[in-house]
């Protein structure tokens, strides 16, 4: 029997540590293959290249495993690694991380670890995103690895039903175990640097702290603040359903 | 009464025929603030600058109407607006577009033009998309002006309920009218072309064609095949939340 074929990126870079964890993981569980950004790329959200040719270039970062680097966003990774690096054979899983620092709550629209993985759902392929709740290059990724291996060897084994992308972020120090839970209501509160750059122009620097405005059960913030990892099944359509007959009365508009 | 606060944007760039069809329209209806990139951003997504600094400049690009050119992404330029431009008053709507072309469907997640109207909608201030199908420079907006106008008098009059957030793609031609609907599901089949540059060396560039592999009724695609004006009450909670129970097993895993 074919080994499962994994396909392994982020969006901090082809050298971030937290990738190197990630790799180090599942390269018991199946054929890996790295295809990831050559330089940072968080924030990226679900940026894709139109305007500008893309570059793949073969790297030796991981021993024995095929990896390469490519000079676009996360998505664009993705979409090299299904169409042109490995467009034999449909991966059976794709997995992006492990982000140095949090993708819970509303962080999901915003990065670029996550739209990686949601990218490869679109496609059919079940994805899972990872991320450690530390900003750190050297945060310790080891306490995480174990709970990751068994949620990747869970998801191999399995259809994952309805959902075919998971939000899985991991708090740090001891973990108490895995809660499912929905995306917690927050906000980035913005406070742009402003300042002088040496030709005497004046610049605004991206800023911003998270304001949990949500204290309720069921969310992955609470998950983490009581030290569990939390696992978010989610999804590409945006459609607010609920709302969807509120808006009804827009159909009598004509001209 | 003070006039309402609208601030106007897109992801073509200021200088986007699109953008100042929508800002025509939008200009009788209160004081309105164009901050928009000073560059083409389209397929941005949700990307936002995070290391570079951000650049401001006031231009006079719409007649008497209040305008500032943003060097980052279309979601850079909404915080920009909100934290820096104007932050002595909470905009009363924010209006994105009008996209050269669709933005309906998947297209969502990828869309610059969307973007910034989810993120004027993460804080609370009533957001809408608008895209022509149509991805010509010279495209006629005019057909689309009249429904615009009446569609974005209607939300400064209401609360909109419970989705901040409404992506409106309007068809060429005769506009039926308009249909309340869900996100159609279908997808980008890439093509990667490739080439040699002029160095010799070998480059990679997206394309690709869209698939509408639904031809299920009450979708977006399916109104604006019909002549219609698609309008999708949309939400930046990604949960599935019909997926959680799925999922309930994942609790299990202990190490």
Same mark, same amino acid.
């Given at each position: 029997?074919?080994?499962?074929?994994?396909? &392994?990126?982020?969006?901090?870079?082809?050298?971030?540590?937290?990738? &190197?964890?990630?790799?180090?993981v599942?390269?018991?569980?199946?054929?890996?293959?790295?295809?990831?950004?050559?330089?940072?790329?968080?924030?990226?959200?679900?940026?894709?290249?139109?305007?500008?040719?893309?570059?793949?270039?073969?790297?030796?970062?991981?021993?024995?495993?095929?990896?390469?680097?490519?000079?676009?966003?996360?998505?664009?990774?993705?979409?090299? @690694?299904?169409?042109?690096?490995?467009?034999?054979?449909?991966?059976?899983?794709?997995?992006?991380?492990?982000?140095?620092?949090?993708?819970?709550?509303?962080?999901?629209?915003?990065?670029?670890?996550?739209?990686?993985?949601?990218?490869?759902?679109?496609?059919?392929?079940?994805?899972?995103?990872?991320?450690?709740?530390?900003?750190?290059?050297?945060?310790?990724?080891?306490?995480s690895q174990?709970f990751i291996r068994?949620i990747?060897?869970?998801?191999?084994?399995?259809?994952?039903?309805?959902?075919?992308?998971?939000?899985?972020?991991?708090?740090?120090?001891?973990?108490?175990?895995?809660?499912?839970?929905?995306?917690?209501?927050?906000?980035?509160?913005?406070?742009?640097?402003?300042?002088?750059?040496?030709?005497?122009?004046?610049?605004?620097?991206?800023?911003?702290?998270?304001?949990?405005?949500?204290?309720?059960?069921?969310?992955?913030?609470?998950?983490?603040?009581?030290?569990?990892?939390?696992?978010?099944?989610?999804?590409?359509?945006?459609?607010?359903?609920? @709302?969807?007959?509120?808006?009804?009365?827009?159909?009598?508009?004509?001209?």
């Amino acid at each position: 029997m074919e080994r499962p074929l994994i396909l &392994a990126t982020n969006d901090d870079g082809i050298l971030a540590p937290g990738l &190197a964890a990630l790799v180090d993981v599942v390269k018991s569980l199946g054929e890996v293959i790295v295809v990831a950004p050559d330089s940072p790329q968080s924030g990226k959200g679900h940026a894709i290249t139109i305007d500008q040719p893309l570059r793949i270039n073969e790297v030796e970062a991981f021993g024995a495993i095929k990896a390469y680097e490519c000079s676009g966003t996360p998505v664009d990774c993705v979409k090299l @690694a299904m169409n042109v690096i490995k467009k034999d054979r449909p991966f059976d899983l794709c997995v992006s991380g492990i982000n140095h620092g949090s993708n819970a709550s509303i962080n999901i629209i915003y990065s670029g670890t996550l739209s990686a993985a949601m990218e490869a759902s679109l496609e059919g392929v079940k994805s899972i995103g990872f991320s450690l709740l530390d900003y750190a290059f050297d945060a310790d990724f080891r306490p995480s690895q174990p709970f990751i291996r068994q949620i990747c060897q869970r998801v191999l084994d399995s259809d994952l039903g309805q959902s075919k992308l998971l939000n899985v972020n991991i708090p740090v120090g001891t973990i108490r175990g895995i809660k499912v839970c929905r995306q917690a209501e927050a906000r980035w509160v913005e406070e742009f640097q402003q300042g002088t750059d040496p030709r005497g122009k004046h610049y605004y620097w991206l800023t911003g702290r998270f304001e949990d405005g949500s204290a309720e059960e069921d969310t992955d913030l609470k998950a983490l603040e009581e030290g569990y990892i939390s696992m978010v099944p989610s999804m590409h359509d945006l459609t607010h359903y609920s @709302a969807l007959q509120e808006l009804k009365d827009f159909e009598n508009i004509g001209i």
